[in-house]
């Protein structure tokens, strides 16, 4: 009695670690996990952020210096320079939402800029479109006009007229089916998308 007692024990302990590691292992696919989700684009952070004020995006606005503007973006870490006047998030590439900006610019002065959110997700282009469009309108009205083309575009615009005329306009396109475009080229794997929604000052 006493050896089957003392292997029943042993039986036990040796459950009872295993038991533990496997608690450990899921503890820490679990913080893995929530780490993931901390670290994750937060895409719908930034189409806040260049909806929010329609003058501005980021550090970006019609009439800022050249200089102004190649100094900030080539500073930031999380930018890359694609070309001489598009830099592309870095942290979008890994997502379901890629990110990028275009600039316009003149001998002194930003002319108007675009910014483009990319996704395969039909759900997510609309998500990111309305948003869009609700911040405008919070903050200067309803669209002066809106347009439709098929099932394939919609689009919004809104014009300002102060010391000089801004002009907005947000547009989704669906299923455009692009891939390794141009200023892609340097970028490895190429990035292919369905749905493009972007935010325009000019």
């Keep these: 009695m006493g050896r089957k ?3 029943k024990q042993i039986m036990e302990v040796e459950t009872m670690k295993k038991l533990f590691k496997r608690g450990l292992a899921m503890a820490f696919c679990l ?3 929530a780490l993931g989700q901390v670290q994750a684009f937060d895409f719908m952070a930034d189409v806040d952020e260049v909806s929010r004020d329609p003058y501005k995006a980021y550090t970006l606005y019609k ?3 050249t200089t102004d503007f190649r ?3 080539s500073s930031l870490s999380n930018w890359s320079k694609i070309s001489e006047r598009i830099y592309c998030k870095n942290e979008s590439l890994n997502g379901s939402v890629i990110e990028w900006i275009k600039v316009f ?3 002194k002065n930003v002319s108007g800029y675009e910014i483009y959110f990319l996704t395969n997700s039909l759900e997510i282009a609309d998500r990111i479109f309305e948003r869009l469009t609700n911040n405008l309108e919070k903050s200067i009205g309803r669209p ?3 347009d439709k083309s098929g099932d394939d575009i919609k689009s919004n615009f809104w014009e300002i007229k102060n010391n000089a005329t801004l002009g907005i306009s947000v547009e989704v396109r669906y299923g455009i089916k692009r891939s390794s ?3 892609f080229k340097k970028i490895n794997p190429p990035i292919t998308y369905k749905h493009v929604v972007f935010i325009v000052r000019y």
Aim: net charge negative.
């Design 144 to 146: 002066d006009y809106s």
């Design 63 to 65: 009439g800022m210096p």
């Design 5 to 7: 007692a003392g292997l």
């Design 31 to 33: 913080l893995c996990l």
């Design 181 to 183: 475009d141009d200023i």
């Design 105 to 107: 610019t003149d001998e």
């Design 71 to 73: 100094d900030n973006y």
